[in-house]
């Protein structure tokens, strides 16, 4: 992580332009899809939609996690105030979440060393951003089964 420093009203301008870009239409269903839909079950769910190209949830999915990439590259590389970012992510982390427990096996099967390294680092790199995922990860359990529970 960069050094700590003092949020500016640059800062401030790039998570509002950040912010327009997740409302932006295809964004938002995206986000939707990625959000409310789409809950891998298996290494095998997650490789089957990355290798689908040309299917929208092969767009979706690539769109919002290459969305969440590059926000997270400002923040490690020192262009974007690290907390912040951390107080306006709460989606990402929610997102990754869903996804963590598959990652060094899906770049493997994928042959893809860097797949959602930025947001990993940034997840995964302080104890602040680790207490998140993990939360994240037991609302993400809860929910799960809650939802297998009601259709079963």
């Known amino acids: 992580m960069p050094p700590k420093r003092k949020a500016t009203a640059a800062d401030a301008d790039l998570i509002l332009k950040l912010y327009d870009l997740r409302r932006e239409a295809v964004m938002r269903q995206a986000r939707q899809w990625v959000a409310v839909s789409f809950w891998p079950e298996t290494i095998d769910d ?31 590389n020192g262009a974007l105030d690290e907390n912040l970012f951390f107080d306006t992510s709460g989606e ?29 680092k940034f997840a995964t790199g302080t104890p602040r951003g680790r207490q998140r995922l993990e939360m994240m990860e037991k609302r993400i359990a809860d929910l799960r089964a809650r939802s297998k529970a009601a259709a079963g």
């Open 92 to 120: 990402m982390f929610f997102l990754f979440a869903k996804l963590r427990r598959f990652l060094k096996e899906f770049r493997q099967k994928m042959n893809a060393p860097e797949a959602l390294l930025q947001i990993e």
């Open 46 to 76: 997650l490789v089957k939609v990355l290798s689908e190209f040309g299917s929208q949830e092969n767009a979706y999915f690539r769109q919002v996690f290459g969305y969440w990439e590059m926000a997270c590259a400002l923040v490690l």
